[in-house]
């Protein structure tokens, strides 16, 4: 959760302490002269707004202090740069909601949740999958998010390594089915050709090939093999967790 692969190279100590001081609210505010017109919170707001809208190649400074009618100087007297915003993007991203009710479910149920809204996250704001998370910065967001993920699904009885491994896995998961996703609505985007057009355009061709005999497993196929109506989110979903059962029923049996 940090920045773009660029901006992670160029990262020090400083900036890393810079950014969990403003993370944890512990950074230098303007104190003196009128109310303030900017607060560290609406700049965070608009700059999520700009990325979401036009990618995150679209939020500079400069561009930000246009959006929010301010002198791009300004800015920088709440964030040192653009390395610290991103930071403070992705942390307000990654936090759990505050009027949250409490979690009452089990830990299956806590996996599908934690999947199911990470997939909506990335389709949200697709501009998340082009950033570097390797090495995250964590604010109160990141880790309460975190908090909340492992409180859901410690009822597993796995070793604290094995919880903290399935949240990779899940998420690693989850991350390659958004970017097919959100590839697939790029692709529409830019072209203005839907997906059904695209493959009915390639059809004539493709049953030339398959009667070709060359491809007899492929032209074997029925007919809905490759149908939009089968959820390939939720069939690979539901066997990793139903895989994560077999792993808890064996610690089970072990103790």
């Known amino acids: ?16 302490t810079r950014s969990l001081e403003l993370l944890w609210g512990e950074g230098t505010r303007p104190t003196r002269g009128p109310k303030p017109a900017l607060t560290l919170d609406r700049i965070v707001t608009e700059a999520v707004r700009l990325a979401d809208a036009e990618g995150l190649s679209a939020v500079s400074m400069r561009r930000l202090s246009t959006e929010l ?118 692709a529409v985007r830019k072209t203005g050709l839907s997906d059904q057009a695209f493959w009915e355009a390639q059809a004539p061709a493709l049953e030339k090939i398959m009667m070709s005999g060359r491809y007899p497993v492929l032209a074997a196929l029925s007919e809905d093999a490759f149908g939009p109506d089968f959820d390939h989110f939720e069939f690979g979903l539901q066997r990793l967790l139903d895989g994560l059962d077999v792993l808890v029923a064996r610690r089970g049996q072990e103790t």
């Not at 959760?1 to 890393?16: L, P, V």
């Open 69 to 186: 009618g301010a002198g791009t100087m300004s800015l920088y007297r709440y964030v040192p740069g653009k390395g610290d915003l991103l930071d403070l993007m992705l942390d307000r991203l990654f936090a759990p909601p505050e009027d949250e009710e409490p979690w009452t479910g089990g830990w299956r149920e806590g996996v599908e949740t934690y999947a199911r809204e990470t997939l909506v996250l990335y389709r949200r704001h697709p501009w998340l999958l082009h950033v570097n998370q390797a090495r995250p910065v964590l604010g109160p967001g990141a880790v309460g998010g975190l908090e909340r993920t492992l409180a859901r699904i410690r009822p597993m009885g796995l070793t604290d390594p094995e919880l903290v491994g399935v949240i990779v896995m899940v998420e690693g998961y989850v991350t390659g089915v958004a970017r097919t996703q959100v590839h697939e609505m790029e």
């Open 1 to 16: 959760m940090t920045s773009t692969q660029g901006d992670d190279a160029k990262r020090t100590g400083s900036d890393i």
